[in-house]
């Protein structure tokens, strides 16, 4: 954890403190994925509705009900949990591609009343701000501030997370990744296990939705498009999948390379897609895997010279 | 009202055109090819600047831009599809996607980022019951059901369909008696691309071309291959028109919820049809 912050902090200065903040929010978002994705082996391609869920909720929260900040996150936190609750109850059943394209449908509903059914309220592609206020210390307004509690919020992901992938629980979700069956024969319920999986994961997205809220102050459709949702499986991808550090290094990493290339190049996409293939052929890993193979070859010549001189 | 019937079965061919070949890579190879998109849109580009070179004739472009896409399948096929063959699902999602972005950013570099207007090569209507009807659209139609008939005969008659179709239903049963299967998928992969090629030019002059084409089409021809049947051939051509349908009807009443009553009804399909899911 420590580490983290202390990585995190020396990242800051390279990458001016508004950047940094604003992919360590998405660092967030790619952990929830990962939940799901990386333990549980549940690729889905709706993810953004729950973004969008917390994006929205909170937003809509602070301009009608109240402008407090944490409120809104917290009834934000809840808009996703109920969403995924419902859906959840319907999507855990299915597996591979039967799932990653329902998310993906849901996701277009999702989008399509946001952006066109609900427009009196959403004012659509448009956009409209929040009305969130500052509270207290808490003032997004000021830099150090939100980057201070961003942080904060990404050590809590990161530390939820961490426990219980670690726990019981993230065992027989992991097992679930491997071989449902077995899972089921030994006599677990596997469905109320993919569900709160599923629950917890898009509650940890709506929670990064609602940061961007409370950090950027507007908001659009642009976070609830389904086809955004590549950006965080390619981010989980990048780091190494079912890895919360990998989680992290991908997101940054995929951040700090979008926002590179993009001020330079025009057509960058490209690039991306041939790192994908890069990935996808050489190093299934990711960053992380690639880290663990180069440290194990390291240790290995070094026992290897050890041996020699002996 | 016909006039709408009219739209809905000139989309339902066209998403038959672009699903056959997802149908049967997703059928026989797991794979889930966003990069058919790609296929489809440089078809078009390769169309549009055909079309002045050879004097404006449609059909000998259209001819033209299917076998110019023939090399392109076969490097894709050959260098990435191949190597995805019993792979788990997500990478071959995400390899396919890494190549639709390289193709779209080489489309968008060769032909720029513009929309390129197509028009209508027969400009004529008929007018039936005090309705005109483009007879364009027509033709789209009637090539959708003849491809389909022709589709039929080639898979229940040729070697080479009979062999897809027996590697459809036990990929391992076919290679166990000692055939090639590869190499019939990638004729089969080859074939897909080209009427993927077919189904864009035939739309073109309805929309427009620009490189983004071949996304929206992308996701809607999920929901056709989902809804019909993955593999399942005369299953893709009915829902290719039943999807059609609701899209031109839904359209005709609230035209921003046309795409999403398509997801709505796959999500239907998905969650009622208990096949896809784990027992």
Redesign the interface.
């Known amino acids: 954890m420590a580490i983290i912050a202390g990585v995190l902090l020396a990242l800051t200065p390279i990458l001016a403190i508004h950047r940094t903040t604003e992919f360590m929010i998405f660092c967030i978002f790619v952990m929830s994925f990962d939940l799901l994705y990386g333990y549980m082996g549940r690729l889905s391609f709706g993810q953004m509705l729950y973004l969008g869920t917390g994006v929205y909720v909170s937003t809509l929260f602070s301009l009608h009900i109240s402008p407090n900040p944490i409120l809104s996150m917290l009834a934000g936190i809840a808009g996703g949990a109920i969403v995924a609750g419902i859906l959840g109850l319907i999507v855990v059943r299915l597996s591979d591609a039967p799932f990653a394209l329902t998310n993906l449908a849901f996701n277009q509903v999702g989008f399509f009343l946001i952006g066109s059914a609900f427009q009196t309220v959403t004012h659509g592609e448009d956009g409209i701000s929040s009305g969130v206020e500052p509270w207290g210390f808490l003032d997004f307004a000021n830099e150090y501030v939100a980057w201070g509690f961003v942080l904060a919020c990404l050590l809590f992901t990161f530390f939820v997370l961490k426990t219980l992938t670690s726990s019981p629980y993230g065992i027989i979700i992991r097992s679930i990744k491997e071989n449902e069956v077995r899972v089921k024969f030994l006599g677990y319920n596997t469905y109320f296990y993919k569900w709160v999986t599923f629950v917890i994961s898009g509650s940890l997205a709506a929670l990064a939705g609602t940061l961007y809220t409370l950090y950027i102050g507007f908001v659009s459709p642009v976070f609830i498009h389904p086809l955004s949702n590549v950006e965080v499986i390619f981010a989980t991808l990048i780091g190494g999948a079912g890895n919360l550090y990998g989680a992290l290094a991908g997101g940054m990493f995929f951040m700090v390379l979008r926002d590179s290339l993009s001020t330079h190049i025009p057509q960058w996409e490209w690039i991306l897609g041939l790192l994908l293939l890069i990935v996808v052929f050489y190093l299934r890993g990711g960053i992380t895997g690639f880290i663990k193979t180069l440290s194990g070859t390291i240790a290995q010549k070094m026992a290897q010279r050890k041996t020699g001189e002996a | 009202m016909i006039q709408t019937l009219l739209y809905g079965t000139t989309i339902g061919a066209i998403l038959y055109f672009f699903s056959i070949g997802l149908s049967i890579t997703?059928g026989t190879m797991?794979i889930?090819n966003f990069a058919h998109s790609m296929v489809y849109t440089l078809g078009v580009y390769f169309f549009i600047t055909m079309l002045p070179v050879l004097g404006g004739i449609f059909p000998a472009a259209l001819a033209f831009a299917m076998v110019m896409v023939v090399p392109v399948a076969y490097v894709m096929e050959r260098f990435?599809i191949r190597?995805?063959y019993g792979e788990s699902?997500?990478?071959a999602?995400?390899?396919t996607?890494?190549?639709?972005?390289?193709g779209?950013?080489?489309i968008?570099?060769i032909w720029g980022n513009t929309p390129l207007p197509v028009t209508d090569p027969l400009g004529t209507a008929v007018t039936v019951l005090d309705v005109s009807i483009p007879v364009y659209r027509v033709i789209i139609v009637a090539s959708a059901v003849v491809l389909f008939i022709a589709l039929n005969i080639f898979f229940k008659k040729h070697i080479i369909g009979k062999i897809i179709i027996a590697a459809l239903d036990d990929n391992e049963g076919v290679r166990c008696l000692g055939l090639n299967v590869d190499r019939y998928f990638s004729i089969v992969f080859i074939l897909g691309s080209i009427l993927a090629v077919l189904g864009g030019v035939l739309y073109a002059p309805i929309s427009a071309a620009e490189p983004y084409m071949g996304?929206d089409i992308l996701?809607i021809a999920?929901?056709v291959v989902?809804v019909g049947g993955?593999g399942n051939l005369t299953g893709t051509f009915i829902s290719g028109f039943v999807l059609g349908m609701v899209i031109a009807v839904t359209g005709r009443y609230y035209s921003?919820?046309a795409?999403?009553m398509v997801?709505?009804v796959?999500?239907a399909v998905?969650?009622f049809r208990?096949s896809?899911?784990?027992t």
């Open positions: 997703f797991k889930i990435v190597r995805l699902l997500d990478y999602m995400i390899a996607y890494a190549m639709l972005l390289i779209t950013d080489v968008k570099w996304h996701l999920f929901a989902i993955m921003q919820a795409d999403t997801f709505v796959m999500a998905l969650i208990r896809g899911s784990e």
